[in-house]
């Protein structure tokens, strides 16, 4: 029996060892995301409920304006530590659209408790032409949406000129750099093929055309180099480096109520902190119950390494 306990537990120690998943590179080619130390992190891990109180401090004075938080209800905010009168407060700032009524039109009225959060936007359309084109995501499921869940929120919100440091931006430099160049050197090499092709046919054929020589577009040195579109902010961290959403986070743009210092990389790890509570609610649950589960299969693995041991101690 003591042999099984050992391997049990040498078991669970290695499981509880792992670290999260998550992928710790770049996404879409672009540089590393930022990799910070969260607390929901490990199979131990739980919520900062201090953080998530400051995160939906910045969802709703910052990120409300243009997204969506449909799959959360206010009463599901009893899980960052608010009372019921809180939560009723909270939802009452809010309007929400009800009916139909007995005339058979739809009315607003203050939330409830029991309504989700209501979205900035009537649909999608009118969300698109609020914000020149794009419509902005709805942040419920967002930081399990996207590769490096937390980290990716936090890389895109802290990912802005001015903000992003100066060893990432050289890592883009010398990415796109490197990119162009050998894009050059492709097309200078099927250039030297269709010349070739070109100095044999005009020999017969007076009217045929020369190749144009490709040019060569010289290194990525400033953020302007990467030709990004007029309608576009400059990001180090999403696809191509160029997001419709301007940026949203600024020094001091909430005021905490903690005393907190309102950084934008404090802002950014606390509302990157809710979304991931909001797009998985019951990871702390779910981890308990793991743990549970080990326990029990290491108990279970020796009684029945003892029961083995019963039934064939005659045989040996």
Not at 143 to 159: E, S
Not at 241 to 256: C, F, H, K, N, R
Request: with cysteine.
């Amino acid at each position: 029996m003591r042999k099984g306990l050992v391997f049990g537990l040498a078991a669970l120690a290695a499981i509880a060892s792992l670290p999260a998943a998550g992928p710790a590179g770049a996404a879409e080619g672009g540089p590393p995301l930022p990799q910070l130390e969260w607390s929901f992190d490990g199979p131990f891990g739980t919520y900062d409920r201090h953080a998530l109180q400051r995160g939906l401090q910045v969802y709703r004075e910052v990120c409300s304006v243009c997204h969506g938080l449909k799959y959360v209800a206010f009463r599901n905010l009893a899980d960052l530590g608010y009372n019921e009168d809180e939560l009723e407060a909270i939802a009452a700032e809010y309007l929400v659209t009800d009916g139909p009524n007995d005339e058979g039109d739809m009315f607003e009225r203050q939330g409830l408790p029991s309504d989700y959060f209501p979205s900035p936007f009537p649909n999608e359309k009118a969300a698109a032409a609020a914000n020149g084109g794009a419509a902005p995501p709805d942040l419920s499921l967002i930081a399990k949406a996207r590769p490096g869940g937390a980290d990716h929120t936090y890389a895109i919100l802290t990912g802005y000129e001015g903000v992003v440091s100066d060893a990432v931006l050289q890592w883009i430099f010398e990415h796109e750099t490197q990119k162009r160049e050998e894009a050059y050197k492709a097309a200078y090499a099927e250039y030297l093929e269709k010349l070739d092709v070109y100095e044999e046919k005009v020999k017969t054929d007076p009217s045929a055309r020369k190749p144009v020589e490709p040019e060569d577009p010289g290194p990525v040195e400033s953020i302007e180099d990467l030709g990004l579109a007029d309608t576009s902010n400059f990001n180090a961290y999403f696809p191509g480096y160029g997001i419709a959403m301007a940026q949203p986070l600024y020094e001091d743009s909430v005021e905490y109520a903690d005393g907190t210092p309102a950084t934008v990389e404090q802002m950014a790890s606390d509302v990157s902190h809710f979304l991931m509570w909001a797009a998985e609610p019951k990871l702390e649950d779910r981890k308990h119950t793991g743990i549970k589960v080990l326990i029990f299969l290491v108990v279970f693995t020796g009684v029945l390494y003892a029961a083995k041991r019963k039934v064939w101690k005659d045989v040996h």
